[in-house]
């Protein structure tokens, strides 16, 4: 019976400690060609990025943080680091790789097609992440 | 007593006029979406987010859920705040709640089910966007009809002699008429029809009413909002001689809070009906005499 409780504990402690395993970095994404040299058909004008930030700010802000930083209040419990939108390497990216994993998505990051239907508003929310830049 | 219903006549038109006015005006004189060149590209695309989502306190607006797409719906409104901190600005006296649940069939479509705790309404509705607003405005107006049947399930006593199960029955129809001027300010018009199979004595059956929503964004997340529903109480359309019964107008305003998968609505309201029909035929609370009360609205889309 003692070793029956003995074990039952260390399934808890396992159960409990498995949740704070570190987040894993987002692995390589594969891109279809065609994303990657796409064009943003939307000037980044202040008007852009203003309805980007709405955007955002409804759709994106609760795992990637209201600057960027990943840091929103749902990130916590990704197993996949959402990504810091400050760094250079992000910024680095073309807006059609942007766009693609923005609004395709893979895995834990949703597809966002049917959430923001207008491609304008899907363009505009890749403006304003570029002010993320630091 | 003649004078009074000319009166009230007069009074309800010129309400009547305002409101289509007003709508018509802000229409005319209100800016295109967009003035750039660059945006020609997405000239004929639909505008997005007139409003938040198909519901705005008590009407619906042209939105409805995307192809697929559920929505729970939680309505809930206290009692009165007359009676002060004594039930705490309603809070604690009798409530109304609605439970209901919407889905999207296509991207035009939406049907739905409710049921509504003040006189067991079981409720079916459906909404047909008939046409969405262009950023170039070649379409200035988004426009979506709207209709619901109401099943009263109390015990048939209350129906009084001769129960038939269509007494049971109540019909509210909308045409919205909404227009986006810019990111931050959409307003809806909303001329509507109710009609009751059975009524209590001396209340009209039908009753034609107009409704006029306006939302404006405070945040990228929040927005202000006001509705003003007008029963039109008009001795040409009038049923009875006695204008006793006739319901009163409402006043809702409040704000919203938008997620990807939630909206929050906390508003002030004359209604407590929560379906239109009770609502719009029903409603004895004053907006003069401060006839409010608290209600909320909580919206889960999955």
């Not at chain 2, 990807?260 to 002030?268: A, G, P, Y």
């Given at each position: 019976?003692?070793?029956?409780k003995?074990?039952?504990?260390?399934?808890?402690?396992?159960?409990?400690f498995s949740?704070?395993?570190?987040?894993?970095k987002?692995?390589?994404w594969?891109?279809?060609a065609?994303?990657?040299?796409?064009e943003n058909?939307l000037a980044?004008?202040?008007?852009?990025v203003?309805k980007?930030?709405m955007?955002?700010?409804?759709?994106?802000?609760?795992?990637?943080?209201n600057t960027?930083?990943g840091?929103?209040?749902?990130a916590a419990?990704l197993?996949?680091?959402?990504?810091?939108?400050?760094s250079?390497?992000f910024?680095?990216?073309?807006?059609?790789?942007?766009?693609?994993?923005?609004?395709?998505?893979?895995d834990?990051?949703p597809n966002?097609?049917?959430?923001?239907?207008?491609?304008?508003?899907q363009?505009?929310v890749?403006?304003?992440?570029r002010?993320?830049k630091k | 007593?003649?004078t009074?219903?000319?009166?009230?006549?007069?009074?309800?038109i010129?309400?009547?006029?305002?409101i289509?006015?007003?709508?018509v005006?802000?229409?005319?004189l209100?800016?295109?979406?967009?003035v750039?060149?660059q945006t020609d590209?997405?000239?004929?695309?639909?505008?997005s987010g007139t409003f938040?989502t198909?519901l705005l306190a008590e009407?619906?607006?042209?939105a409805t859920p995307?192809?697929?797409?559920?929505?729970?719906?939680?309505?809930?409104?206290?009692?009165?705040?007359?009676?002060?901190?004594?039930?705490v600005?309603?809070?604690?006296?009798?409530s109304?709640?609605?439970?209901?649940?919407?889905?999207g069939?296509?991207e035009?479509?939406?049907?739905g089910y409710?049921?509504?705790?003040?006189f067991?309404?079981?409720?079916f509705?459906?909404k047909?966007?008939?046409l969405?607003?262009?950023e170039?405005?070649?379409?200035?107006?988004s426009v979506?009809?709207y209709?619901?049947l109401a099943?009263?399930?109390?015990?048939?006593?209350?129906?009084g002699?001769?129960?038939?199960?269509?007494?049971?029955l109540s019909?509210f129809?909308?045409?919205l008429i909404a227009h986006k001027?810019n990111?931050?300010?959409?307003?809806?018009?909303?001329?509507?029809?109710t009609?009751?199979?059975?009524?209590d004595?001396?209340?009209?059956?039908d009753?034609v009413?107009?409704?006029l929503?306006g939302?404006?964004?405070?945040?990228p997340?929040?927005?202000i909002?006001?509705?003003?529903d007008?029963p039109?109480?008009?001795?040409?359309?009038?049923?009875?001689a006695s204008?006793?019964?006739?319901p009163?107008?409402?006043?809702?305003f409040?704000?919203?809070i938008?997620t990807?998968?939630?909206?929050?609505?906390?508003?002030?309201s004359?209604y407590e009906?929560?379906t239109?029909q009770?609502?719009?035929?029903y409603?004895?609370?004053?907006i003069?005499?401060?006839?409010?009360?608290?209600?909320f609205n909580?919206l889960?889309?999955f």
């Open positions: 019976m003692k070793t029956f003995i074990i039952i504990l260390v399934a808890i402690a396992l159960f409990a949740f704070t395993v570190q987040q894993k987002a692995g390589p594969e891109i279809p065609e994303y990657k040299k796409m058909p980044n004008d202040k008007a852009s203003n980007g930030k955007v955002y700010m409804k759709h994106c802000r609760s795992c990637h943080g960027g930083l840091d929103g209040p749902k419990r197993k996949t680091f959402p990504g810091d939108f400050t250079a390497e910024q680095a990216q073309s807006d059609g790789e942007l766009f693609y994993k923005s609004i395709i998505g893979r834990e990051m966002y097609e049917k959430k923001i239907p207008s491609k304008k508003d363009w505009s890749i403006n304003y992440m002010t993320f | 007593m003649r009074k219903y000319i009166h009230k006549k007069a009074k309800n010129s309400i009547f006029g305002s289509t006015g007003l709508f005006i802000l229409l005319i209100g800016n295109p979406l967009n750039n060149a590209e997405f000239a004929n695309e639909p505008v938040e198909g009407t619906q607006t042209v995307f192809a697929g797409e559920f929505e729970l719906h939680v309505q809930h409104r206290f009692g009165l705040i007359e009676n002060g901190l004594e039930d600005f309603g809070i604690y006296a009798t109304n709640i609605r439970m209901g649940l919407n889905y069939i296509t035009k479509i939406m049907v409710g049921y509504t705790k003040e067991k309404l079981q409720e509705h459906g047909y966007r008939v969405t607003q262009t170039s405005n070649s379409i200035p107006v979506a009809v209709a619901n099943i009263n399930s109390q015990d048939k006593s209350v129906f002699n001769d129960y038939k199960f269509s007494d049971r019909y129809s909308q045409l001027f990111d931050n300010f959409s307003l809806q018009f909303g001329p509507s029809f009609h009751f199979n059975k009524t004595t001396l209340v009209e059956h009753k009413a107009l409704s929503a939302r404006a964004k405070v945040s997340s929040m927005s909002f006001f509705e003003y007008q039109l109480n008009i001795d040409d359309m009038r049923e009875f204008d006793e019964n006739d009163e107008a409402n006043l809702s409040g704000i919203e938008g990807s998968t939630h909206v929050f609505q906390v508003f002030m004359n009906g929560i239109p009770r609502n719009i035929l409603n004895k609370n004053k003069d005499d401060g006839d409010f009360l608290f209600g909580i889960v889309r």
